[in-house]
């Protein structure tokens, strides 16, 4: 590899990494539902980034490109599904927040 | 053809789901019966016409570098005997017709999806067979909508994304290395020294299937997402998936791909220690059913990561054994703990007792599956953990044998506790003995369990001695 | 890691994560929403930039149009706060987010530290004239299976979890 496309590459991975302590963090201090699944997205968008920046320096940009296509579709499901059990325990208790629903301890 | 365990199912589905629904409501659980019973007895006999026979015409327009070895069959043959159980128990435990089918619908994807993960030699289908059985898990846990299973399926679904996350990122890196998401050429890119990012990219992949076989400390969705799903659900968690999602998945691609060091097996022995010390003594402390057995499993969950961390191949054989043994015996109490939560409507220990006179065919069965857990010869369970701790004891790992011999006491003795407060004792409740589905599981897990302690040497030398091949690749 | 050089890549990278950031700082639920549609839309024409078409458009039309539909249709099925709600929570958020900026800083000086050697990468392989369509369609061919099964069990879940129960049980 030459050393261009590594510079490129530890370039995006710089950026890449700061995006990931945005959603790891929102993920770990919210108590909201919704936010958190937005620090899940937030996290997901990152590592699609990365795949296509991987394929992009090694010259696999077919390879790559399928796995986030795949990638993106099962995020999708995911997240369709997350949005669903949020607004089925917003219905249940009024409110988004993971702090009320402790009631399965003991 | 071993596609076709993927193929056959999913024409089926898609079939049961067409127009006419209400011929393929009473068809859906006889179809699935017959494709988890196929599934055992493809896997028992593991005939070499069926697994090694390439179709032509399937073969060029369905490519998939399936690699199906001895390790495989264990696991496939665990997944259809849970699978089974978990169906039985449905068609006693749900009485919407309607409702049934959507579950028998997600079995079978959920089952799909396992065999998937257990067949393929990619590490990215791994991770789409991972996901498979993760979305079918979190509909499932989430299925009756109450705000426990809500609250079990959202925990469940957030550290499975988290894992899910770190393991994407792994593989990054690791075609970044290899150019490649084959199994052989990660290994061979892998094993070259002195690459911090990849070091970096299998700690993660770890982590995450950690995270996703609930091995201490990442377990806090355990015992919440077993006690709060369906008692068909429940079986089938904590029967298999977590065991093929996390344990399955790490013994595969800690043999095949990454190589077991001496970092990586003294963490899997620190991580296996704690985990049967932690969920053990959490164990004792609970007075709900379900959740004492979700903290048992962590417990045993432990035992495998322990006996897999001693490298030999004593101690992984003692792991997969125990793997496929706590399957059955966690199976088998978990159809228990569903028989009778269907008679009682409660899982709190405290407000059961004497159920033993009133249902003889549970009771029995769960002295069985009890006896199996805490290691008790003739039966299936003595024998494994025996494995593991003469592998440990070998290895020169002196002090976590001794741990896992105590360790054994503490079990034998909160299962203790769980007979006596449900089972034993009096009470006049006036309660009958459960569905003909239920007794049916449990008998066929408990026979299993008694088959397989008594005839161990012939199990060891058709199942367990091939094994042989994963570690000397 | 040595300091990026400045060019168009580098300047939509920052922007990225300014956006990430204002994802995860913001005060509404739906400006969050923006945020991450925002950030979507950057990494899909960072994507069309690094030779990946396909999965631009994809990222573009599935992340930045339908995820965000579906929050915004979330956001607004449930509740929204009244204003005495939004200012005691938004004194709450100020001292749990307050640190994200910091953490970022302290991340991107350490990352500068850190050198990481030009060992690892493989030599660009030989698929790098090959079509994703060919791939996908040809090698990945068990992907798409998958991709089928994932979105059965996905319908099968929207119906589960939308469908109202006639009489109340809970």
Redesign the interface.
Do not use: D, P
């Given at each position: 590899?030459s050393?261009e496309s590594?510079?490129?590459?530890?370039?995006?991975?710089?950026?890449i990494?700061?995006?990931f302590?945005?959603?790891a963090?929102?993920?770990l201090?919210?108590r909201?539902?919704?936010?958190?699944?937005?620090?899940?997205?937030?996290?997901?968008?990152a590592?699609?980034?990365?795949?296509?920046?991987?394929?992009?320096?090694?010259?696999?940009?077919?390879?790559?490109?399928?796995?986030?296509?795949?990638?993106?579709?099962?995020?999708?499901?995911?997240?369709?599904?997350?949005?669903?059990?949020?607004?089925?325990?917003?219905r249940?208790?009024?409110s988004?927040y993971?702090g009320d629903?402790n009631?399965?301890k003991? | 053809m071993p596609s076709l365990l993927i193929l056959v199912p999913l024409i089926g589905l898609v079939a049961l789901n067409l127009p006419n629904k209400d011929i393929m409501r009473k068809l859906a659980f006889w179809f699935a019966l017959g494709l988890f019973i196929t599934q055992i007895l493809l896997a028992i006999q593991h005939h070499p016409v069926f697994w090694n026979y390439q179709l032509e015409k399937m073969d060029s327009f369905f490519r998939v570098n399936f690699s199906v070895d001895h390790l495989s069959f264990i696991m496939l043959l665990c997944i259809g005997i849970v699978s089974t159980a978990s169906l039985l128990v449905a068609r006693h435990t749900i009485h919407d017709e309607k409702e049934r089918f959507k579950l028998i619908n997600l079995l079978i994807i959920a089952s799909i999806g396992m065999s998937g993960t257990v067949m393929t030699s990619d590490i990215f289908s791994m991770y789409i067979f991972l996901e498979i059985t993760a979305i079918a898990s979190f509909i499932l846990i989430a299925f009756e909508k109450n705000i426990y299973a809500l609250e079990g399926a959202f925990k469940y679904l957030m550290l499975s994304a988290t894992a899910t996350i770190m393991i994407l990122t792994s593989i990054a890196i690791l075609i970044l290395a290899a150019g490649s998401t084959s199994f052989s050429d990660i290994s061979q890119a892998v094993r070259s020294p002195g690459n911090n990012i990849v070091v970096v990219a299998i700690g993660l992949f770890l982590c995450g299937l950690m995270i996703k076989g609930g091995v201490v400390p990442f377990h806090a969705w355990v015992p919440d997402a077993y006690s709060a799903a369906p008692a068909s659900v429940s079986v089938l968690l904590a029967g298999i998936v977590t065991k093929v999602a996390g344990i399955y998945t790490l013994i595969r691609t800690i043999t095949a791909i990454f190589g077991l060091d001496g970092a990586t097996r003294s963490a899997l022995l620190m991580l296996g220690a704690i985990s049967i010390l932690v969920g053990a003594f959490a164990a004792l402390g609970q007075k709900n059913m379900k959740r004492m057995l979700a903290y048992s499993s962590i417990s045993q969950i432990g035992y495998i990561i322990i006996g897999f961390g001693t490298g030999t191949f004593l101690g992984i054989a003692g792991a997969v054994f125990h793997l496929f043994n706590h399957s059955m015996f966690k199976a088998l109490l978990f159809v228990n703990a569903s028989a009778v939560e269907s008679r009682l409507g409660t899982m709190d220990m405290d407000k059961m007792g004497g159920l033993s006179a009133k249902m003889p065919v549970t009771g029995a069965t769960s002295v069985i599956g009890m006896l199996s857990a805490a290691g008790i010869p003739p039966l299936s369970g003595f024998w494994s953990k025996l494995m593991i701790i003469v592998a440990l004891w070998r290895s020169g790992d002196h002090a976590y044998s001794i741990i896992a011999i105590l360790a054994g006491v503490v079990t034998l003795a909160y299962l203790l506790i769980m007979q006596r407060k449900a089972f034993f004792g009096k009470d006049n409740e006036s309660v009958s003995e459960a569905g003909l589905g239920i007794k049916t599981a449990s008998v066929m897990l408990a026979g299993v369990l008694v088959g397989i302690g008594i005839s161990f040497p012939f199990i060891f030398n058709r199942f367990l001695a091939p094994l042989r091949e994963i570690i000397h690749r | 890691m040595t300091i990026p050089h400045i060019s168009i890549d580098t300047i939509l990278l920052f922007t990225m994560v300014a956006a990430a950031l204002w994802t995860v700082m913001g005060r509404s639920l739906l400006k969050a929403t923006i945020g991450l549609a925002i950030t979507s839309a950057i990494i899909s024409i960072l994507m069309f930039r690094l030779n990946s078409p396909l999965a631009a458009v994809f990222e573009l039309s599935v992340c930045t149009g339908l995820i965000t539909v579906v929050f915004v249709s979330t956001i607004s099925l449930t509740k929204p706060l009244t204003h005495k709600e939004i200012v005691e929570l938004s004194k709450e958020r100020h001292k749990r987010f307050g640190y994200l900026p910091i953490i970022i800083i302290v991340t991107a000086i350490v990352l500068t530290l850190i050198k990481i050697r030009n060992n690892v990468a493989v030599a660009p392989g030989a698929d790098i004239t090959a079509d994703v369509r060919q791939v996908m369609w040809n090698i990945r061919h068990l992907d798409m299976f998958g991709q089928i099964l994932i979105i059965i069990a996905g319908a099968l879940g929207v119906v589960i979890l939308f469908e109202e129960r006639k009489r109340d049980e809970w």
């Open positions: 590899m050393g590594w510079q490129s590459f530890l370039t995006f991975g710089f950026f990494v700061l995006t302590v945005c959603g963090y929102c993920l201090v919210t909201n539902m919704i936010r958190a699944i937005i620090g899940l997205e937030l996290l997901i968008k590592v699609t980034l990365l795949i296509i920046v991987v394929g992009h320096v090694t010259g696999r940009v077919a390879l790559t490109q399928a796995l986030v296509i795949t990638i993106i579709v099962i995020e999708v499901v995911v997240t369709v599904i997350a949005g669903g059990i949020a607004l089925r325990v917003f249940h208790n009024n988004l993971i629903l009631k399965l003991g | - | -």
